[in-house]
Each structure stands twice: as structure tokens, then as C-alpha cells.
Nanobody
Framework: QVQLVESGGGMVQAGGSLRLSCAAS????????MAWFRQAPGKDREFVAA????????FYADSVKGRFTISRDNARNTVYLQMNSLKPEDTAVYYC??????????????????WGQGTQVTVSS
């Protein structure tokens, strides 16, 4: 079993920054693929970013590339999502996810086994 707890969401003006954290327990983050997804009201859950098992490969949705950065701290067993230059269209509930069975990074929600409870990010114009 893997438990994921997100934090760091909130309300910010357009152009601002937030850093989301995902604290994991039950498995070491350096042994599993970790990702961030988001879901806006009335929309499907969408891929945002992911980090490979080795940590050497990072993946981003085109809509956030150059603005968001995924990283992890193995000592804290935590994954982060640094979000800069936020836009109103980034408003959503952000979820941390873990794929404990796959070897490669995938972008579909169904490929992930464990999810956090989500944290709300609201960007005002």
C-alpha cells in the first residue's frame, strides 16, 4: 500500500507561483514512477508532469512546459510540483499519483495505482 498526501494548494493571482508537495509512505519514491494530474470542473483528469524511477527523466504536458517543474527529495520521500507564471486556466484540483508496477512513465490516469486526496489550486485573473 502507498499513501500519498498533497499539500501546498491555494489561491494566487495570475503570474504568481505555488509549490505543491506530495508526501509518500509505504514505498520509496525513488523506486516508483510519480506524477501529477489535475482536474478542472466539468473536465477529465489530465496529465501534468511525471518523474521517472531513476529521477533522470522528467515529462510535462505541453500546456505547462517551461512553467512547471517536477522534482523529488528522496530523503523526505516527497515529490514536488513548482508552478510558476500561473494562469487562470491552471485552476483545478491537483492530484499526486504513483505507478508501482510500471517501468516507463505513462500519461493516462488509469495507469496509476495510487492517488492522493487532491489539493485545490485557484488562479485569479
Amino acid at each position: 500500500q502507498v499513501q500519498l498526501v498533497e499539500s501546498g494548494g491555494g489561491m494566487v493571482q495570475a503570474g504568481g507561483s505555488l509549490r505543491l508537495s506530495c508526501a509518500a509512505s509505504g514505498r520509496t519514491v525513488s523506486t516508483i514512477v510519480m506524477a501529477w494530474f489535475r482536474q478542472a470542473p466539468g473536465k477529465d483528469r489530465e496529465f501534468v508532469a511525471a518523474i521517472s524511477k531513476t529521477g533522470g527523466s522528467l515529462f510535462y504536458a505541453d500546456s505547462v512546459k517551461g512553467r512547471f517543474t517536477i522534482s523529488r527529495d528522496n530523503a523526505r520521500n516527497t515529490v514536488y510540483l513548482q508552478m510558476n507564471s500561473l494562469k487562470p486556466e491552471d485552476t483545478a484540483v491537483y492530484y499526486c499519483a504513483a505507478d508501482i508496477t510500471g517501468w516507463s512513465v505513462k500519461r493516462r490516469p488509469n495507469d496509476y495505482n495510487y492517488w492522493g486526496q487532491g489539493t485545490q489550486v485557484t488562479v485569479s485573473s
